[in-house]
């Protein structure tokens, strides 16, 4: 292995280097700086007699005299099952003091795409105990459904409860039971949230099946962009390897993007919108297409990234892309969350675009389409009365009206609101839904087939309300 | 991807830079678009650049641990398509390399690097009947035989229309393989039921002519609104979560195209997955077999490499094209043109080109023009007719439909489905927005529908867009001051709009029997919607409170129409009712 001390440029995160033998794209270098230091980056561009590097430690300390190693091989990742229950930096090291990893093998981070022909379409249903997902937004096996939230708001906790109560409602007579693991990717977060990570971990032992992955809010940014893949190299071996279903938490991905734009302008490339790069979109496309499922293997690669949108302005570059890419959304409310509903989802701009094929009769229960539908329509025609009722007043309205109006309060403070630590079944999330809907007239029940109206209906709740 | 010309390779040079995608070469002998296969690995790539002796290529596979000095390879050919046989029921990657065959040829269900495929497989052998005898004369664009090449569909065995065409020497039915020659001339080429042709180029035809025939699509709002004819043009537009993807789909399962190519261009991969379990399920509502039996699948999913991103969108529009000219109707769905166009953007920005708007480059409308225009309908170069009919999405940043991409097609198409997200959030699907949306193909499908399903269908559509124009007026006063403040045959309107749009608009692609609806049934649901119209506001007429009427029972199944399969009586009996049951209260 050839040694350079042929720096000839360094601006921000990168390094410019000359070389006498062809480098290849995406290769690995160690750097070290005349202190001593040694500094890992990634070829960014290569060509004749010349390479670009990306310098993941931050490029402090390297001046011209310092030398240059390519190592001949791209980004590994050693993957091993021994890997749950420890603790990694966002460049894949130790840092919880353990015994050094054997590995049983070392993983290229990049990641081929899964072909889609081997896919398996998902649709386990994931029960999360979470009301708000369970019975609006169903999380399934394989999908990738973000949390799209702000600065400020309960993001991390709602991440936390669904990690720790995600079960899949076991099937009679199925008794080989496939293990559950999170793979936690954190990304510029402070040491403050990393600790509420880390001690809920401990305190539900959880960690003994969790992998952790952190780059802290004061580690190199650059790092970053290689931490979620770390994270996902690692889930794809426990998953489709080992047999675990595996559920990605990955935090904060706006940093993520933050550090991709700060690539970006290192290279002076062209910006694309608001000055992220235009291939953002591929790039995390790369990341969040590496949920699913495969034909013939027992795992199963779950993700739930969470970003914050700035300025709460969902379209933002940021989560649009996501948007276009995920299956769906989970957005975190600031207004619920000011009037103390927990956790503060609104369904109505959340989503899962998988869900339809995980529920219903022996996924979840049969009139699960029907009541999720029905309640989107009475929440978003009583949310809409809302805006009337403050320029009219409640009594300008109508019967009818007021009906939607009292659901709309009923569905927030009871379906939605729950707590962070009460963990609801796919049953008990339908008869509330069932409760509410039947202070409506059947008559405006127009989404639910006759039939199961006639088994659910709860004829006595519409007086029960009348009289209180 | 065709591999016919592997062996002859012109001329060889060297890599002198790689970044992502693009790969630059020295001393290489190419012309522009030449498909050249870079490095060790041979990676296929595309000339997309020549600069002096340097050559840029855009490579269609992840160039990671490519390096300077590797060699590169050119073929000397442009991208081509494999045309053939055995291209219904397949499902092909951006290059057209079919994804089954790579699965078991890498052994993995992972993409791996520099493994090729041909598009149809060049070994099997097809039964070949010929139409043509010996002593025929055959100009190119004839049909000389047929193939039985799905359940649903005869495959026309065509001369090439680069061939000279002249009197048939040999002409013989058998088995035979699609690279074996099927029919002789005398001027000694052989008809083979294998073509080869450039994705970037049309394949030619003899006239272009206005699209009279709509394509039905079983979708009430697009059939009954703002239809799209066969050989049209549409773009839906949405904000993610609008549901420009299930629209798609349900033009895929039931439109009634002979052949549907699907795109699934830098988009999700378990969508494409669920195309490929649910499809083969599926029956055809035309034929009754499955609906794989008509459909070819091109699935380059976001992230599969950026630049074979950029030439599925060409891939499937040749395909489409061969279909055409044997005189079939083929529909194009493209999810998502916006991927397609930013994925040009991204290697235009490699390339260093002066950026136009928002980063696109400057000839996305051109790329995007010459693109639509490949749809049509089309006399073919044997004189027989086919269409091509193009669906676009496209996925807007934000949901602002002033960006680049949208405005640019939606000067192009003659269809636009405008997706809206608080339609979406509310669960009215299709999402599509009744006052944005329009169709420039009305006029021209009005004989067929009031041929085809009933006299007065453009009265009563115009009775439906009236009312609905009307409610949005009604709307914006019912926002400040309330409903109950309307005079009664205003707050009668409201509730008729309603039941345009849950019971009419409204479609439910999950349900079995909702998820397809026939132009009849389609109309039936507007006249039922109209007899209550009628019947209401005659009640109002003779004194009738509004709100009692408003509470006759049989109004709600207005909503129950959809779901019923035995519609016809169905709502016959139901407009009896609502008769009955409003001519009871005066």
């Known amino acids: ?468 | 991807m065709s591999q016919a010309t592997q062996d002859s390779v012109r001329e060889d040079g060297l890599i002198a830079s790689v970044s992502g995608p693009v790969v630059t070469a020295r001393d290489l002998d190419a012309r522009m678009n030449d498909v050249v296969y870079v490095g060790d690995e041979g990676l296929m790539g595309e000339v997309i650049e020549i600069e002096g002796d340097l050559t840029t290529i855009q490579v269609y596979e992840e160039t990671s641990g490519v390096g300077p000095g590797e060699p590169v390879e050119n073929t000397g050919e442009p991208l081509t398509v494999d045309l053939g046989p055995g291209m219904l029921d397949a499902i092909y990657d951006g290059v057209q390399r079919p994804l089954d065959v790579l699965e078991s040829k890498m052994n993995s269900a992972f993409l791996d690097r520099g493994v090729d495929a041909p598009g149809i497989d060049l070994e099997k052998k097809w039964e070949f009947e010929p139409t043509v005898s010996e002593g025929d004369e055959v100009a190119p664009g004839d049909v000389v035989g047929t193939v039985p090449e799905t359940v649903t569909i005869e495959h026309k065995v065509m001369v090439p229309p680069d061939f000279e065409g002249g009197e048939v020497v040999t002409a013989e039915a058998g088995e035979f393989s699609v690279t074996e020659a099927v029919v002789e001339l005398d001027n000694g080429e052989e008809v083979t039921m294998h073509q080869e042709w450039p994705v970037r180029q049309a394949r030619p035809s003899t006239e272009k002519k206005t699209p009279r025939e709509p394509l039905v699509s079983g979708q009430r709002i697009l059939d009954g609104l703002f239809p799209i004819a066969k050989g049209g043009t549409a773009a839906i537009p949405g904000p993610f979560g609008s549901g420009k993807t299930v629209t798609q789909h349900q033009l895929a399962k039931w439109a009634d195209a002979d052949i549907v190519v699907y795109v699934g261009c830098g988009e999700r991969g378990n969508e494409m997955t669920e195309v490929i379990e649910d499809f083969p399920e599926l029956d055809d509502p035309k034929t009754g077999n499955p609906l794989m039996a008509r459909t070819c699948l091109i699935a380059n999913t976001s992230n599969m490499p950026v630049a074979a991103r950029e030439s599925c969108i060409y891939t499937g529009i040749t395909i489409a094209e061969y279909y055409r000219d044997m005189g079939y109707d083929v529909a194009l769905m493209a999810d998502s043109t916006s991927r397609w166009a930013e994925a040009m953007r991204e290697i235009s920005s490699r390339l260093e080109e002066m950026p136009g708007e928002e980063g696109y480059p400057a000839y996305l409308a051109a790329r995007l023009s010459e693109f639509y225009e490949r749809a049509g309908y089309f006399t073919t170069i044997n004189g027989d007719e086919g269409s091509v009919s193009v669906i676009g999405a496209v996925s807007p940043p934000g949901g602002d439909f002033s960006e680049p991409v949208t405005q640019n097609t939606l000067r192009i198409v003659k269809t636009f489905w405008a997706l809206d997200a608080d339609l979406a959030e509310r669960r009215h699907f299709p999402a599509i927005n009744w006052n944005e949306s329009y169709s420039l193909y009305q006029d021209q499908l009005d004989p067929w529908f009031v041929e085809n399903v009933q006299d007065d269908w453009p009265e009563e559509r115009q009775w439906a867009v009236d009312v609905l124009d009307e409610e949005a007026e009604l709307q914006e006063i019912v926002q400040l001051v309330g409903k109950d403040a309307l005079p009664e045959d205003q707050q009668l309107t409201l509730e008729v709009a309603r039941y345009l749009r849950e019971a009419y608009l409204q479609q439910n692609a999950f349900h079995p029997t909702d998820t397809y609806c026939e132009p009849q049934k389609t109309y039936g649901i507007l006249t039922a919607i109209h007899t209550f119209n009628d019947e209401a506001f005659k009640a109002l007429e003779a004194g009738v409170p509004v709100e009692e009427i408003q509470a006759i029972e049989a109004a709600p199944q207005l909503n129950r129409i959809g779901v019923q399969e035995d519609w016809d009586a169905y709502i016959e009996d139901l407009k009896a009712e609502i008769t009955e049951q409003l001519r009871e209260l005066y």
């Not at chain 1, 060509?47 to 240059?68: C, K, M, P």
């Not at chain 1, 309205?397 to 309060?409: G, H, I, Q």
Request: hydrophobic share 35%.
């Open chain 1, 1 to 468: 292995m050839k040694e350079y001390q042929t720096i000839t440029e360094i601006s921000g995160p990168l390094v410019f280097a000359e070389v006498d033998e062809p480098i290849g794209y995406d290769e690995i270098v160690e750097i070290e700086t005349p202190q001593g230091e040694t500094k890992r980056g990634q070829v960014l561009e290569s060509s004749e007699g010349l390479v670009a590097i990306q310098v993941f430690e931050g490029t402090t300390g390297i001046d011209r005299n310092a030398s240059v190693k390519f190592l001949g091989e791209t980004l590994k990742m050693p993957v091993t099952e021994d890997l749950l229950g420890r603790v990694l930096d966002g460049s894949g090291q130790p840092i919880d003091g353990g015994p050094e990893i054997v590995p049983d093998e070392r993983r290229d981070i990049v990641g081929a795409a899964i072909n889609p022909y081997s896919r398996e379409y998902p649709e386990e249903f994931i029960q999360t105990g979470v009301s708000a997902i369970d019975g609006m937004n169903t999380l399934v096996r394989g999908q990738k459904l973000p949390i799209f939230s702000a600065s400020g708001l309960p993001h991390n906790n709602l991440a936390l409860q669904v990690a720790r109560q995600a079960t899949v409602p076991e099937e009679e007579g199925d008794d080989e039971e496939s293990e559950f693991a999170v793979v936690f990717g954190a990304m510029g977060i402070t040491q403050e949230e990393a600790n509420e990570f880390m001690e809920d971990f401990e305190r539900t032992g959880a960690l003994e099946r969790s992998v952790v992955f952190t780059n802290l809010a004061d580690d190199p940014a650059v790092e970053r962009t290689v931490t979620p893949r770390l994270a996902l190299t690692t889930a794809e071996y426990l998953a489709f390897d080992k047999d675990y279903h595996v559920l990605v938490i990955l935090t904060d991905m706006t940093n993520y993007c933050e550090a991709l734009r700060e690539i970006g302008a290192a290279r002076e490339e062209v910006p694309g919108r608001r000055g992220y790069p235009g291939y953002m979109y591929t790039d995390l496309a790369q990341l969040y297409e590496r949920a699913g499922r495969i034909e013939g293997r027992e795992g199963s690669v779950t993700q739930i990234p969470i970003l914050t949108m700035p300025g709460d302005d969902d379209t933002h570059p940021i989560p649009d892309l996501t948007g276009y890419i995920t299956e769906g959304q989970i957005y975190i409310d600031r207004d619920l969350n000011s009037q103390g509903i927990r956790p503060p989802i609104n369904p109505l701009p959340s989503l899962s675009r998988l869900m339809d094929d995980g529920i219903g009769e022996g996924l979840t229960r049969e009139d699960h389409a029907d009541v999720s539908d029905q309640m989107y329509a009475a929440y978003a025609e009583g949310e809409d009365l809302r805006d009337l009722v403050n320029i009219v007043g409640r009594e300008a309205l109508s019967e009818r009206d007021n009906k939607y109006l009292d659901f709309a309060e009923r569905f927030e403070a009871e379906f939605v609101n729950q707590g962070f630590d009460s963990n609801r079944s796919i049953d008990e999330t339908l008869d509330i839904g069932w409760e509410l809907l039947s202070t409506l007239p059947k008559s405006e029940l127009n989404r639910i087939d006759e039939e199961l109206i006639e088994e659910y209906y709860q004829e006595d709740a519409e007086t029960v309300e009348a009289e209180a």
